[in-house]
């Protein structure tokens, strides 16, 4: 045997991660701090004011309730593909492999567009305790190595790496929320954030679009599947908890930051220092200190975020691979690890590729990589939840393993009808979401379906060569 054959085998992945492991993966993805601290001063700033935390709860239930169907369709079927292989389960292969093609392109570009952002975050920062001054990339580049290390091994390590980031991370937060709340904030404790009128002033689809962007990696509960113990049990009970821990999360700690400048004048505090105003109230309630320790852990934070999708890219990789739709090499499992490296270098490669070419294009990593790409994303994962909604229902109407009426039907489509609510909004402010080229907007819009369609193509020239088989172990 080589020493290739030793160290890769095709078949399942292996892992005995849990149901706080998945949970940590999933609010990775959403990087509570860059929320926060960079998407909440813009939602504050452009959207509603102080009525953005409501967009977090409204953009919550949604999902809650959208996930009343996912987790009962979790119970029947376990594969690492998610949100792809409940769409070819209950749409057929064909809309399977489109399906796989918008997951692929939502997480390659919310990753390639963290890489422009942490870099920048990383530079800022060696630069302001006395560092040179490097190029982003170079940075960037340095991140995407030790995302590569972490992402070839066992999905429990990177699990508890992020477990550890994730607890620093979510506790900062919690400190400067009690904090301001202690401090009775700037004008005193209201609820006008959680108000109709406060909700729909001002822009509210701007707020619910950067509400909605927050949770992706939503899906990673049933990415894991396979690598969890008792997946029938443990996804649909992660499912659950990562919703409801995220959009606590999100609403308390926005609320918290509106209350810190007072809910009459925090739209203008936001709109004469978007990129400071989290990090300012950290420094009026908490100290000067605070706020230079919780500049840091914004880049743990989008280091923690990176992880989480090179895993998840890794995975929908590998699942493709199995299905005969991608080189089979990209289908092996670690013999030791038990994770998909070959996917995981495969992911390493790609996402190298991305930055090097906007790099070599010159662009900005904040305003050009990171706008572009997460704006791309946004609209990517909509569609996908979408089909992933009407996936789920004909999954069920077929089917007579659930015959709950509000799990199987009625559940899903009301998620289903608030996710395409959701996409109007988004498609509608579109334009300002990616900086304000409505040719640049189209073009993204057109990548978007180029994805989907070429996903639909590649399944119709396979035909049926290895697309039936059913995923081992």
Known sequence: ?????????????????????????????????????????????????????????????VLLVFSVGYAAMSRHMVDTGAFYAYVEKGLGRTMGLGAAGLALLTYTAIQAGIYGLAASTVDSLVVKYGGPDLPWWLWALGLVAIVALLGYRSIDLGAKVLGVL?????????????????????????????????????????????????????????????????????????????????GLVYAVSSWAVVLAFGSASVAQAAADDTAGLTFAAAAQYLGPMSADIMEIMLVTSLFAALLAF???????????????????????????????????????ASAAVVLVVFAAAGADPVL??????????????????????AAIMAFFRRSTVDRRTWHTLVAPALGTLGLVAILGLVLDNFTLLIGGSEVLAALLLIVVAVFFVGGLLVARLAGSRALDLEPTG
Not at 47 to 60: D, H, K, W
Not at 321 to 333: C, D, E, H, Q, Y
């Open 310 to 348: 090179h895993n998840a890219i890794g995975r929908y990789v590998f699942a493709l691979a199995r299905k005969g739709v991608a080189p089979s090499m990209l289908a092996r499992t670690h013999s030791r690890h038990g994770s998909p490296h070959m996917g995981s270098l495969f992911q390493t």
């Open 368 to 389: 050009e990589l990171f706008t572009w790409m997460s704006g791309l994303a946004t609209v990517s994962i909509l569609v996908l939840m979408i089909l992933t909604g």
């Open 166 to 246: 994730l607890v620093l991370e979510i506790g900062i937060i919690v400190v400067l929320s009690i904090a301001v709340f202690a401090k009775g904030g700037a004008a005193g404790i209201d609820v006008e954030s959680f108000t109709p009128s406060a909700f729909f002033s001002g822009s509210p689809g701007i707020a619910l679009m950067f509400a909605i962007a927050s949770f992706i990696g939503f899906e990673a509960t049933a990415i894991y599947g396979e690598e969890a113990r008792n997946p029938t049990r443990t996804v649909p009970i992660a499912t659950y908890a990562a919703v409801v821990t995220i």
């Open 1 to 61: 045997m080589s020493d290739a054959q030793a160290n890769s085998t095709a078949g399942a992945l292996r892992g005995s991660i849990g149901v706080v492991g998945i949970v940590f993966l999933v609010i990775a993805a959403a990087a509570p701090l860059t929320a926060i601290g960079g998407a909440l001063p813009v939602m504050i700033a452009t959207g509603n004011g102080a009525g953005a935390p409501l967009a977090y709860i409204v953009a919550a239930l």
